[in-house]
């Protein structure tokens, strides 16, 4: 029987003889960034793309006829600049902008980036860093997050924090937690929505959509790629509603690798013994 979603997740194997294999003419594929694609590193500004990595998705870019996105929390720019000379579609901000294939980036829902907004809350913010070095404080332009990677003993104080200013900005922001950070980011935008809007227009509309991701952030993505009846994959430890699992960005490039060669085969998930 299938693993039930509050079950851990099955892991797919990354040898070319036992893998889940995936049909890559008929799949859309869509990927986070940050300790999805690339290792984690101790400031966001230190991640870097593999060069094995930035190859598997060349392939896979001309593999599918363009089907491949990146859905990021970081901004598009920040995209662009990690897989640079790639070039693929993405939702930045957790789906708050889009690049379709086209080209052309839109904001999810009329969503527009408020300055003043994000200054007031940006304000204590810088305050509170300026107080714990430890502390870091990313701003997207159309987000912020407090990232306590440097220092955490300081969870607490970040979690207080970030959650006082979502109640005053709770309007327009809401609070996400992830990985050793918390985020303001856009109300009413999802990874999942993003992924959900994309499948919408060629090249990816379709086929069936692969999603994988590593955080908290991921899982409304995953919610909704299962309810498409799509693959999903958590990268890394932690609960999840994924329905497989490998552990590690390094380890998913190599199980990536290894489509480009599979036969096609029905995916397995774990089963009961």
């Known amino acids: 029987m299938q693993t039930p979603a509050s079950s851990p997740p099955a892991t797919l194997a990354t040898t070319p003889a036992d893998h889940c294999d ?27 793309l593999p ?3 930035a190859r598997v998705l060349a392939g896979l870019i001309e593999s599918t006829h363009g089907a491949v996105a990146v859905v990021s929390g970081r901004a598009i720019d920040d995209i662009d600049t ?6 693929v579609a993405a939702a930045g901000l957790h789906g708050a902008e889009i690049r379709h294939t086209g080209g052309g980036v839109v904001r999810a829902d009329g969503h527009t980036a408020d300055t003043a907004e994000i200054a007031a809350m940006a304000a204590p913010l ?23 990677r440097g220092a955490p003993e300081l969870a607490g104080v970040a979690r207080d924090t970030m959650q006082a200013l979502a109640a005053l900005h709770e309007k327009r922001f809401a ?10 980011r856009p109300r009413h935008v999802s990874k999942g929505r993003a992924i959900t809007t994309l499948l919408k227009e060629a090249p990816f509309a379709g086929r069936t959509p692969l999603f994988a991701g590593d955080d908290l952030t ?28 490998l552990p590690t960005p390094e380890a998913l490039t190599a199980w990536l690798l290894t489509l480009r060669h599979a036969p096609p085969r029905h995916p397995q998930q774990e089963e009961e013994v």
């Open 126 to 148: 810088q305050a509170l860093v300026a107080q714990h070095p430890g502390l870091l404080l990313e701003n997207k332009g159309s987000a912020l997050a407090l990232h306590y």
């Open 175 to 184: 609070l996400q937690p992830g990985k050793l950070v918390f985020e303001l």
């Open 218 to 245: 991921d899982e409304t993505g995953f919610a909704d790629v299962n309810a498409l009846g799509g693959i999903t994959i958590k990268i890394g430890e932690g609960e999840t509603c994924a329905h497989h699992r």
């Open 82 to 87: 990690l897989l640079a000379p790639l070039r």
């Open 51 to 53: 060069r094995d990595t």
């Open 22 to 48: 995936v049909d890559v003419a008929t799949v859309a594929f869509f990927f986070d960034l940050d300790g999805t694609l690339a290792p984690l590193a101790p400031r966001p500004d230190a991640v870097r």
